[in-house]
């Protein structure tokens, strides 16, 4: 008797869900105030390379330190 009341809730619970939902995806990058397209782990070409620099954190947000940071990787990329 009990698995049948179990058996009929998870029956009306897959009833309640709406077979038209849509997953989100990133349609943009996750770097603050960038509109591009993401290409790289959710981020366009530039704020990837941002990213494995430590510019900027997972969420697209700048890095505590980021000054610092955006200054050695301006010397390195000057250079290169």
Request: aromatic share 12%.
């Amino acid at each position: 008797m009990a698995e049948n009341k179990k058996n009929n809730n998870s029956e009306n619970i897959q009833k309640q869900v709406p077979n038209n939902v849509i997953q989100i995806t990133a349609f943009k990058c996750q770097a603050e105030d960038c509109k591009s397209k993401p290409t790289r782990a959710g981020f366009c070409d530039h704020h990837y390379m941002w990213f494995k620099e430590g510019l900027i954190t997972t969420e697209g947000y700048k890095a505590k330190d980021f000054e610092k940071k955006y200054q050695q990787f301006i010397a390195r990329n000057k250079a290169a």
